[in-house]
T-cell receptor
Framework: AQSVAQPEDQVNVAEGNPLTVKCTYS??????LFWYVQYPNRGLQFLLK??????LVKGSYGFEAEFNKSQTSFHLKKPSALVSDSALYFC?????????????FGTGTKLQVIP | GAGVSQSPSNKVTEKGKDVELRCDPI?????LYWYRQRLGQGLEFLIY????????KSGLPSDRFSAERTGESVSTLTIQRTQQEDSAVYLC????????????FGPGTRLLVL
């Protein structure tokens, strides 16, 4: 069964410092990987996705993520955190096989950027 | 363009009553998902629609929960005989490329069962 692990419930980082939100996955085949962000009292917003090709994916708001097949990881990163980045971040995985494949979301990591 | 919309935004009901939640996906999106998010929790998958059919209903927690979709557009999630544990935010998402594609989420319906 496929799964996603976000090992940190909360990450605290000072404004201006680099941030990393961790995600590891397990899937039978090759993965599609996604990051979404949820601001308070809002739905989820898409940040970026890995389909194939370049392992470094760049997304919205200066975020990027690196696909590492050997470590089955897809960590979200940003070089310089903003207070406005404080939100709940979800990683998601889907098997790349054709037809219907379930998308599995992680449990979320709360990012707190401290001024 | 217009995103995914959900109504009502908030619903307070009494235990035992039925509720109906509505989702309007982005026009042309054939895939539609319902999720439940309890306070402080992650996303709990409920059901997936491709067009008007639901090939994956595996997340519906009990037979009190049902969903339908008409005209490859609007979807309704119905909860019968609501219980307090049904209190949560119910999120809808739609996708252009079926389950391969990026999901676009609505703002959610916050349900409180008293």
């Amino acid at each position: 069964a496929q799964s996603v692990a976000q090992p940190e419930d909360q990450v605290n980082v000072a404004e201006g410092n680099p941030l990393t939100v961790k995600c590891t996955y397990s899937v039978s085949g090759n993965p599609y990987l996604f990051w979404y962000v949820q601001y308070p009292n809002r739905g989820l917003q898409f940040l970026l996705k890995y389909i194939t090709g370049d392992n470094l994916v760049k997304g919205s708001y200066g975020f990027e993520a690196e696909f590492n097949k050997s470590q089955t990881s897809f960590h979200l990163k940003k070089p310089s955190a903003l207070v406005s980045d404080s939100a709940l971040y979800f990683c998601a995985v889907r098997d790349r096989r054709g037809g219907y494949q379930k998308v599995t979301f992680g449990t979320g990591t709360k990012l707190q950027v401290i001024p | 363009g217009a995103g995914v919309s959900q109504s009502p935004s908030n619903k307070v009901t009494e235990k035992g009553k039925d509720v109906e939640l509505r989702c309007d996906p982005i026009s042309g999106h054939t895939a539609l998902y319902w999720y439940r998010q309890r306070l402080g929790q992650g996303l709990e998958f409920l059901i997936y629609f491709q067009g008007n059919s639901a090939p994956d209903k595996s997340g519906l927690p009990s037979d009190r929960f049902s969903a339908e979709r008409t005209g490859e557009s609007v979807s309704t999630l119905t909860i019968q005989r609501t219980q307090q544990e049904d209190s949560a935010v119910y999120l809808c998402a739609s996708s252009l490329e079926g389950s391969r594609g990026t999901q676009y989420f609505g703002p959610g319906t916050r349900l409180l069962v008293l």
